[in-house]
DNA sequence: TGCAAATATAGACAGCGTCAAGATGCCTTG
DNA sequence: CAAGGCATCTTGACGCTGTCTATATTTGCA
């Protein structure tokens, strides 16, 4: 009928069997990777989890990877959600300063670290490495991204970064920083969490000092 | 029948009847790791690989996990060989500048990419999380680490950092945006192998900004 | 009303980690 | 040199996994 899109991550289907199947998916998957971790995640335990049989989920999403790809994008709009609020809020020109960089290092570390099962999926090797994973999620991503540049060039527009910052560099690798503090944090190698305050500080001074004097 | 001393995961045995079962295995599965990635490596395609039963690699590393955790021993000996090669080779007070940073950083990108199999289990959560990790392992990591702050003490105990710096939180932040780096390269989030060279000397640039003046 | 599509189900298959028993070969000790 | 013990390797089995192939049920629509 409707041309199938090939319906990964599809748009809203209505099931009616069972209720909201999908949904109930997503969410029973992300639970489960949030108590016992991703590998522990197997589709028969989801499908036990929500009340159903064994083969059930495979008429909502065509592979485990396929539902793995859109628990992840879940992950990308909460994450859009929470770090950007103050670029949807506030003219970003007005507050810009070491502090508010400090801010947004705490919220992404905080992101990351209360919601890692999201972002395991997010950012992680799994997905990214297996080039199955859906055009929309890598959308999302990219939308990502190119929001924490756009941010720089924004800070750049309005005189309060050096101009001698290439905002493409500065972001890959002010990314990298936060990736690699969440990741560390994370996969339970950084555990002193007394410290994540003080290295998140740290970092938005040198992000800082790096924007002002470059 | 050299022995082979912080190697948790067994004592030193020499095997008789397969030859030297348990340094084939170490590497066959690293091998496996780098062709097909960690998740097709499985103990049973394993042993297949070098030619002897399934079960017979249980009789070297109880299991699949320690055998995982000595893959990453091994890989952990290679990093500190490689990484700290100017170390042990030369005076850093010497040639500490902005150039040696970056020679620093290609180096661990280097080994990281080109190494992906070891640094996967090295520094992923795979191991970490597990609580299951060797205690030689953490002993190995840790010992990087400190290497990783002496290295910055050193170059302050020489007046050519600034000594407000803090070496803890600086090699925490460094740590983490080389680790960030890596993996998102590793992983296939960033692709762009062309800008890899940029990327790090953009990091150099950074690390060094904030070593000077801070 | 009837038909096609959507949704759920059970059955089956190969692969996985690993435990339990049994077989094989080597080293040590008497 | 014989005997026992032990490290090593093998086969068998169990429960788990992802997912393919039917088959059954429900629903929306012509």
Redo the contacts with the bound molecule.
């Keep these: 009928?409707?041309k199938?899109e090939i319906s990964a991550c599809a748009t809203e289907?209505?099931?009616?069997?069972?209720?909201d199947?999908r949904r109930q998916l997503l969410d029973a998957a992300a639970n489960l990777i949030r108590e016992e971790g991703e590998a522990a995640?197997?589709?028969?335990?989801l499908?036990l989890a929500v009340g159903?049989?064994?083969?059930?989920p495979?008429?909502?999403f065509?592979?485990?990877?396929a539902l793995l790809c859109a628990v992840a994008e879940e992950g990308f709009r909460r994450f859009r959600r929470i770090v950007t609020t103050h670029l949807d809020t506030a003219e970003p020109a007005a507050v810009i300063d070491e502090a508010a960089i400090r801010l947004f290092i705490r919220r992404y570390i905080d992101f990351a670290v209360n919601n890692a099962e999201y972002y395991d999926l997010m950012f992680g090797g799994h997905l990214w490495k297996s080039e199955q994973l859906t055009a929309s999620l890598k959308d999302e991503a990219y939308t990502s991204f190119k929001v924490y540049v756009d941010q720089i060039r924004c800070w750049q527009k309005a005189r309060l970064v050096s101009l001698t910052v290439d905002p493409l560099r500065y972001a890959q690798v002010s990314w990298s920083t936060l990736h690699g503090m969440s990741r560390l944090l994370i996969d339970g190698i950084y555990l002193d969490s007394e410290a994540v305050a003080a290295m998140s500080d740290a970092a938005a001074n040198m992000f800082w000092q790096q924007l002002q004097t470059a």
Tied chains: 1, 2.
Aim: glycine share 4%; no cysteine.
């Design positions: 009928m409707s199938s289907v209505k099931p009616y069997h069972h209720g199947l995640l197997s589709m028969r335990k499908a159903v049989s064994r083969t059930a495979y008429h909502h065509s592979d485990k990877q």
